[in-house]
């Protein structure tokens, strides 16, 4: 079946999304409930309208654009991805997956495809952890790997709830309807950039993912105490962000200690009060992120990481409050799936690896759901969360054939 890809109107709905955003394009930032995200999701439900899906939205704002199939009776299969972008970021994360899933039932349609099974398109709330440091929110809370009790507790920065931030941004509903049921889905196939270079150096035009790698998130707050800073002498002082810069070095030791390739270790955010030049730090907020695609060796630098910011602490006499925000497990892909698609690019003639997922995403916690795997696509330098990076309209249409290709085939035709 030959599928009529309209690769320009779908680089052009790239292009009028990036312009939404909280900093001056090439810029992208959509931090999740914003002024410039709420204008994102409605961009993107006109669209979905447009294109004849029925929609619908939960408690948390996930939502959901389905072309219904002709046997009602059989789950669904879904694809999606995020439209949310953290801070000075770029325009191809997660916006691949949603806008080149919707393209990739537009060309299905236009090709007079009939599914059986409905196809459904679903945009996850808060894919990146800005607001509240915990990324995939949305799909946490449909997997059921987040209860609803513990997100209504999440606050951001300011203070400002969930609960709060929900229901000023329209979420109606109770936090608790939003799990999904196990038997929901037959299958979920995300679309996403690479965010890496392995595609790019080896000339390859999809990846097709059999591995997601396993997260952490600790959050910590040190507690000192301040001063002058000419008249407090330096034998005295209880310096919060100095402890802070001995923990995050003790972060990169750890990732770089276990053994294995893939550790990975950062400290994203390293704030500290009073933020005065003239005055000794006598707070200082650290979050840290680690991952590996081996819990065992994820899970001993985590521990690693805790005793050494304990013992910093103790040793510089500050007040140490630490928070495990999560530790997941790495998610294994559907072995036919990956498969399938595998077939897929060898019929289409087109290029493909298998490989593992380093950076995570909806679809670890949608593996807990239904099937899943992803469809990675090459990123120019591997370069990702940042205004430069890109995936080339050419490299984007292979990705979205593959996927519509794949929909089609776990969704079936009554054709």
Known sequence: MKLPINI????????????????????VTRVLFSEADLRGRALVKNLCREAGLVLREDAVGNFFARWEGTD???????TGSHIDAIPNAGKYDGVVGVLGALEA????????????????LIIFTSEEPTRFGLG??????????????????????????????????????????????????????????????V????????????????????????????????????????????????IALAVEKAATTTGSPDTV???????????????????????????????????????EIEQAARAICRR??????????NVDPPAICEAALVNAITTICRTQKISCRRMISRAYHDSLFMAQVCPTTMIF??????????????????????GVAILAATLAQCAGSRA
């Open 199 to 246: 595609l790019e150096k080896t000339g390859q035009a999809i990846g097709v993912v059999e591995k997601i790698a396993a997260p952490s998130t600790l959050r910590l707050q040190l507690t000192g105490v301040g001063g002058h800073a000419g008249a407090t002498l330096m034998p005295g002082r209880r310096d919060a962000l100095l402890a802070g810069a001995e």
């Open 72 to 78: 009602k009776s059989l789950p669904p299969v879904a």
């Open 377 to 398: 696509i090459p990123s120019y330098k591997g370069y990702s969360h940042r205004p430069d990076e890109y995936s080339s309209p050419q490299q984007i249409e292979k």
């Open 8 to 27: 320009a109107r779908l680089q052009g709905e790239i292009d009028t999304l990036a312009l939404i955003t909280e900093g001056q394009p090439p810029v």
């Open 136 to 197: 995939c929110l949305g799909s946490r809370l449909l997997s059921g790997v987040l209860p609803p009790e513990k997100a209504a507790l999440l606050k951001d920065r300011e203070g400002k709830s969930l609960e709060t931030w929900r229901k000023q941004a329209g979420c109606s509903g109770r936090l608790n309807s939003v799990r999904l049921r196990p038997d929901c889905y037959s299958a979920f196939i995300e679309l996403h950039i690479e965010q890496g270079l």
């Open 105 to 120: 039932i537009r060309a299905l349609k236009q090709a007079g495809f009939q599914p059986s099974r409905a196809i459904e």
């Open 316 to 325: 510089r006499r500050i007040k140490l409050e630490m928070e495990r925000l």
């Open 265 to 303: 270790g950062t400290t994203g955010i390293l704030r500290s009060e009073p933020g005065a030049v003239n005055s000794v730090p006598c707070r200082a907020y650290l979050e840290i992120d680690l991952r590996d695609t081996l819990v065992k060796t994820r899970d001993a630098a985590l521990r």
